[in-house]
């Protein structure tokens, strides 16, 4: 059955990086675009990058455009996003979702998150 | 950007008919899909496309999309659909998705 796992959450100083993983188990996971998506306390979820299949293009959005890296290994069916320049407002909890394989345009499968708080 | 607007809360009886809205600019030119989320799980895809749903979604829940307002329907709630459900679409000039803030469906 399809599964994904994030993982690298942590209580990071403002200023500091991390980088999330999200390890995907079974599908054919380089056949898939995938994204990062986060939830603030109380808010809404919060697309934040896009990769696809095969790593060639990328889309951010404008909120983590310079500060988030998204990237992928298709040989270990892995995730990642590399956030650097942490501030309080990126306190979330951070999933990994699976681009649908036919329309691509909605999220067929997510992960359970993993949490990243940003906190002096 | 394109905005995505729900309502924060429904609240229905066991058993009746639970109807969430999504706003937006002219909604029905876009495809809406919808996510249902349990505090501690992963959330889950109940509705694509407007009215399509994926396998093993029960046939209770529904979906429709008609000039600025998207709706997904849940048909004789259980306790087991009190959750949050958010709407998204795919915003294509961009190549982003865009998430509706989220509605919390409480069965009383």
């Known amino acids: 059955q399809v599964q994904l796992v994030e993982s690298g959450g942590a209580l990071v100083m403002p200023g500091g990086s991390l980088r999330l993983s999200c390890a995907a188990s079974g599908f054919t996971f380089s056949d898939y675009h995938m994204s990062w998506i986060r939830q603030a306390p109380g808010k809404g979820m919060e697309w934040l990058s896009y990769i696809t299949s095969s790593g060639s293009f990328i889309f951010n959005a404008d909120s983590v455009k310079g500060r988030f890296t998204i990237s992928r290994d298709n040989a270990k069916n892995s995730l990642y996003l590399q956030m650097n320049s942490l501030t309080a407002e990126d306190t979330a909890v951070y999933y990994c979702a699976r681009h649908d394989g036919s329309s691509e345009y909605y999220f067929d499968f997510w992960g359970q998150g993993t949490q990243v708080t940003a906190s002096p | 950007s394109y905005v995505l607007t729900q309502p924060p809360t429904v609240s229905v009886a066991p058993g009746q008919t639970a109807s969430i809205t999504c706003g937006g600019n002219n909604i029905e030119t876009k495809a809406v899909h919808w996510y249902q989320h349990k505090p501690g799980q992963a959330p889950v895809l109940v509705v694509y496309d407007d009215t399509d749903r994926p396998s093993g979604i029960p046939e209770r829940f529904s979906g429709s999309n008609s000039g600025n307002t998207a709706t997904l329907t849940i048909s004789r709630v259980e306790a087991g659909d009190e959750a949050d459900y958010c709407c998204?679409?795919?915003?294509?000039?961009?190549?982003?998705?865009?998430f509706g803030g989220g509605t919390k469906l409480t069965v009383l």
């Open positions: 998204q679409v795919w915003d294509t000039s961009s190549d982003h998705a865009v």
